[in-house]
């Protein structure tokens, strides 16, 4: 059983990673410069808190996801044995997959087939696997938080803490985008290199917009 599919955990893993650098940098900028910065423990706590609190949002928002999708799947189950004829199943399926690929494609046993195993289907509301993907996207979140702040709490010097922690989240950044592409098929450079544009832009953008 699957919990957290690759591209769920890749791209809970990016917005933890550019969350945990928007509050580091953010409190950097207010403070004015790294030597007036508010203590490491503060950041890393204020920092830790956010991710967590965002962790929890996302992980209900994937919860709620998760159910609406299987509600709508009971919806077209539904459509579907009711359906008058042929034709009308194929025009249902064609909501779901390209029509060229439905189109004249069902031959009369698939239909009968499909009228048969559907005749008893019906998916459940939430379920255990639910919670636990929502406990998943969580840790993602925690886990991503890692990165960033452990140069502030390890280095004493505030300006080679903070230089650390960008590194440290470029790279899991990289790492994040080329498993994503190799995932994909895309290609683990490409993706890698977008990830890291795409962090260094959203954390400036949350910066510029107040944090």
Not at 13 to 21: D, F, I, Q, R
Not at 124 to 137: E, T, W
Not at 170 to 197: N, Y
Request: aromatic share 6%; proline share 3%.
């Amino acid at each position: 059983m699957k919990i957290l599919n690759p591209l769920d955990a890749a791209t809970f893993s990016l917005a933890g990673l550019v969350m945990a650098m928007s509050v580091v940098s953010s409190i950097t900028v207010a403070s004015g410069s790294t030597d007036g910065m508010t203590s490491m423990t503060s950041v890393v706590a204020a920092t830790a808190g956010c991710s967590l609190a965002w962790g929890i949002i996302d992980a209900l928002l994937l919860i709620m996801g998760q159910v609406g999708r299987r509600a709508h799947a009971n919806y077209i189950i539904s459509r579907i044995k009711s359906a008058a004829n042929q034709d009308e199943v194929e025009e249902i399926i064609g909501e779901i997959l390209p029509k060229e690929i439905t189109r004249g494609n069902i031959s009369n046993q698939l239909y009968t087939n499909l009228l048969s195993n559907l005749s008893e289907t019906k998916l459940s509301g939430v379920k255990k696997s639910d919670f636990l993907s929502g406990l998943a996207v969580v840790s993602v979140y925690v886990a991503a938080t890692v990165p960033v702040t452990l140069p502030l709490l390890m280095i004493e010097d505030p300006w080679v803490a903070l230089r650390m922690s960008n590194l440290a989240t470029i790279l899991c950044l990289f790492a994040t985008g080329v498993f994503l592409g190799k995932w994909s098929g895309i290609g683990p450079w490409k993706v890698g290199i977008s990830s890291v544009i795409f962090g260094v832009l959203m954390t400036a953008l949350c910066i510029l917009l107040g944090g």
